[in-house]
């Protein structure tokens, strides 16, 4: 049964999750204002950078800190010495980070950008490598929370971060406008703070210490996941960096990441679901010594196949309504045509997470380099050739082809550690008839009726979630209407 609780912790952490996209799409029509649309684009480079820098200098320690809580939680001793260990490492590997890329960031520019002269690594990029190595701390911390189960301090930390880079972002963008002094230093003042936070948080809870037992099996868990990290990275924005290779213009950039954008809170949504599910599965899996699908745990991935089916035309007929009502250059509305297949490779999601959860619960990182090599290998030559013959649709769609990819690939690994036993309709089927309809539509789809499939595509995903849950539906809504109406007042009616 699952509880109110983990209702409350969904909504949460959800939120919270969702509250870095929140971020972007308020400040996206100040950006769009008050920056050039090549502006906006170079913005999307740094950003993407330092996702980069930040999975190098984390090292795959916020991964690492949230699985093996559950093995020293219930010894607080050896927890704080533990997580000590982990702070500390964090601190002496954001350090040499910093010092490599400030010895090479500039060499390192040149080569990758050499065929636009928008970017430049001093003084843009080495922001962006501090704001990266706080962000490192901060996400850690985080990931020890949810696995703590303390949504109230996550709640807490992550709206502080959210405040502040609002705040900063948009004062230093009216002091400095169409400079990217506001997106680059107004990611730096947050990152500073919440990063400072969690390190006081961590010290004042746990101490700082440095064990090397605890570091035994550091690295043969966290290299395959940096190398796993940097293939996700590749699968995620290489594809900006193909744009501008290609197309030279950054402009170019900045409307697909801006379609991207776009979609992005589908995906919000999902990690932030997945983020409650995560914990409570893994819980289930250690108490029962289990290694092999549950009724109980499939139902929550079906809820989320369920969820994301209902989000994908919520967010399609959302967009082309809103978005004009708040950015008035009409370049960005080139996105609304990239919405529908763009969302579309979420509805396979959940495929991901599914096959994803028992590679790291059993800790077997070693397979994740070998799913994303072949995922971002797939990436680079599916984009590059789109890009190359079709421009920006061409990235749209090896943006969407790339997602089932990764979930086929991670099941071929999953499946040797772990017996799946899935109701394959509900996991399987019903997102494929969705897809299926989908990119039947995308060939007839124009600017003035896309409003009118999305609506259309929204009553399917309705109709088909109710037929598929709607058992499921009854009895959750059963003890409500009892409630309402009780048993008794509906016999005497006649």
Request: proline letters at 5%; aromatic letters at 18%; one cysteine or more.
């Amino acid at each position: 049964m699952v509880s109110k609780q983990f209702f409350k912790s969904s909504i949460i952490y959800s939120l919270v999750g969702a509250l870095p996209y929140t971020t972007g799409v308020i400040l996206i029509p100040f950006f769009t204002y008050y920056l050039t649309p090549e502006q906006f684009g170079v913005n999307a480079l740094y950003l993407t950078f330092m996702y980069f820098v930040q999975l190098l200098s984390t090292f795959g320690l916020d991964t690492y800190i949230g699985i093996n809580y559950y093995d020293h939680k219930n010894d607080k001793q050896r927890l704080k010495e533990f997580i000590g260990t982990i702070l500390m490492s964090l601190i002496v590997i954001g350090t040499l980070v910093f010092f490599l890329l400030l010895i090479g960031g500039n060499a390192i520019f040149h080569q990758v950008f050499r065929n636009t002269n928008a970017m430049s690594f001093f003084p843009f990029g080495l922001i962006t490598v501090c704001t990266a190595l706080f962000n490192s701390v901060f996400k850690s911390y985080c990931s020890l929370l949810i696995n703590q189960q303390r949504p109230k301090r996550f709640f807490w930390l992550n709206l502080s971060n959210f405040i502040l880079t609002l705040g900063a972002s948009l004062a230093i963008l009216y002091l400095f406008p169409f400079t990217l002094y506001g997106p680059v230093v107004g990611r730096l003042a947050p990152a500073l703070l919440v990063g400072m936070m969690s390190v006081f948080l961590i010290i004042s809870e746990f101490g700082l210490s440095f064990k090397k037992e605890f570091l035994k099996g550091v690295w043969s868990f966290c290299a395959p996941m940096v190398v796993y990290g940097i293939m996700v990275w590749i699968v995620s924005y290489i594809d900006r960096y193909i744009i501008v290779h290609f197309m030279a213009d950054p402009t170019f950039v900045g409307i697909f990441d801006f379609a991207v954008k776009l979609s992005m809170g589908i995906d919000l949504v999902q990690v932030g679901l997945t983020n409650t599910i995560h914990p409570k599965v893994y819980n289930i899996w250690k108490d029962g010594n289990l290694k092999e699908s549950t009724v109980e745990v499939n139902r929550y991935y079906n809820g989320l196949t369920a969820i994301t089916l209902l989000i994908i035309p919520l967010v399609i007929i959302a967009v082309p309504l809103l978005v004009p009502l708040v950015i008035k250059k009409e370049i960005y509305y080139q996105a609304f045509m990239f919405l529908p297949i763009l969302c579309l490779g979420f509805a396979t999601r959940p495929w991901y997470y599914l096959f994803m959860a028992p590679l790291f619960f059993f800790k077997n990182t070693k397979a994740l380099p070998r799913v994303f090599f072949f995922s971002a290998t797939f990436q680079i030559i599916i984009c590059s050739l789109l890009v190359w013959k079709f421009g920006l649709i061409g990235a749209m769609w090896s943006n969407f082809l790339v997602k089932p990819i990764q979930a086929f690939f991670l099941w071929l690994e999953s499946r040797k550690i772990f017996h799946f036993k899935l109701n394959s309709w509900k996991i399987f089927y019903l997102p494929l008839i969705f897809i299926a309809v989908g990119i039947g539509c995308q060939f007839f789809i124009t600017e003035k009726n896309i409003l009118w499939f999305a609506t259309g595509q929204l009553i399917l995903s309705v109709l088909l979630v109710f037929f598929t849950y709607r058992h499921e539906l009854e009895s959750l809504f059963h003890p409500f209407l009892n409630r309402i109406f009780p048993i008794s007042s509906r016999k005497s009616n006649p």
